[in-house]
DNA sequence: ACAAAACTTTACTGACCAGTCAACTGGTCG
DNA sequence: CGACCAGTTGACTGGTCAGTAAAGTTTTGT
């Protein structure tokens, strides 16, 4: 019962560079097609529509990233407030290897359809808010150890998730506006700062 | 030398609405032109293209985006950090009505705009670096005060700036994908608290 | 009144869009 | 052998895309 075709594998990884490199919109599925030496009539073999394709790559890009950035950066054994770190660094340096090789930081997958798409596809937009939780849990997980291992106040650890987040994803689209990923590095400490509120009562 | 037609701003305000709602690339010229009510011929007499239209727009709500929310939010008598808040007060309020009127939390018009094209579209990328970077300015403004009063360390001012323009960014963005305006309420505060670095050492 | 400028209108390109369909190929069963 | 199955192929539909051309109308300044 093994797969006699990875055609599908291949418009999976076309999907993944060619919406990146430009937009879900401006991507036809006849170029789709081209780009991954596959006829039109299969692409329709293998998914019922478009948005069904952007789906399954939403679905195989989360896990990449998974792979890639958040394992890496959460599951190590190093200091919670040293993951944070990790994060923008490994961020960092996908962003710079991209631009190394197109051209343009090319910013988040998640972030750049959410906001392309998610006013106009409901199961696209839910799509996202899931992988979005998921690694709001992760990060969740983070600020809870680093606030058990005395590194942090009591703070709202679920809200100060969600703000790292909030932050990390607007540092990629920084970069991406200026084309630069070095602010990645530059702005790395801010998340840090997030979770490190002494509870210093200012105005008011 | 008065003008004689309207049509022109009319189209400008479709382009917002239009645009907002869904994306730049899934809004043709025409749909722009009948809910502009206007005729294409028309479209092409005023502007030479439809990024043409798209530079025109970003110029237009540059000036509306700073006269509803960043002339209020920071060029008041308040305090310094109370501007932050208010900054992202006046967001929530803006959201809110939108999803009110709409069904649909819509984000930021620049955001939207900067993930969807600034990979393909140079000059349109190149615009709206500058409009981030004048956001930037005045948020600076607002960080440099607050360390004149004594509510802040001596921290990097411009980079705190970029912090908090970045996290706003995020902020919006995350509000988008769950649909749900109160996120800019809920994680208001962490933007002070990227500023508020109490320099205490942690992680080594 | 007149001409020029500002604007509108209609009809038109040629390319591309997502999606469909029926015929076809080569391999693997019984 | 023959049927079945996974996958392939190319031609096709109807619609929309950005943009153009040229003639027509209205408004303005003189």
């Known amino acids: ?8 594998e291949r418009l999976l990884a076309s999907a993944l560079e060619l919406f990146s490199e430009r937009s879900y919109a401006n991507v036809g599925v006849q170029e789709l097609c081209e780009h991954a030496g596959v006829k039109k009539g299969s692409f329709y073999y293998f998914f019922k529509s478009k948005q069904d394709l ?22 190590s054994n190093l200091p919670p407030l040293e993951r944070i770190e990790r994060l923008f660094h490994l961020t960092y340096e996908f962003q710079k290897a991209m ?37 709001i849990t992760s990060i969740e997980k983070t ?10 106040a009591d703070i709202d650890v679920a809200a100060t998730a969600e703000a790292i987040l909030a932050y990390w994803e607007g540092v990629i689209m920084l ?17 840090k ?3 490190i509120t002494e509870t210093k009562d200012t105005a008011g």
Request: net charge positive; with cysteine.
């Open 54 to 75: 952007m789906l399954e790559a939403l679905e195989h890009q989360s896990r990449a990233i998974g792979r890639m950035i958040l394992t890496p950066a959460f599951c």
């Open 99 to 135: 631009k190394e090789k197109t051209g343009r930081v090319r910013g988040c997958f998640f972030g750049n359809l959410a906001l392309e798409l998610s006013t106009q596809d409901e199961s696209i937009r839910h799509r996202l808010d899931r992988i979005f939780r998921t690694a």
């Open 143 to 152: 600020v809870q150890d680093a606030v058990s291992a005395g590194d942090l």
């Open 1 to 8: 019962m093994a797969r006699t075709s990875d055609a599908k």
């Open 175 to 191: 970069a991406k506006v200026r084309n630069d990923p070095g602010l990645l590095k530059d702005l790395a400490k801010g998340a």
């Open 193 to 195: 700062e997030l979770a």
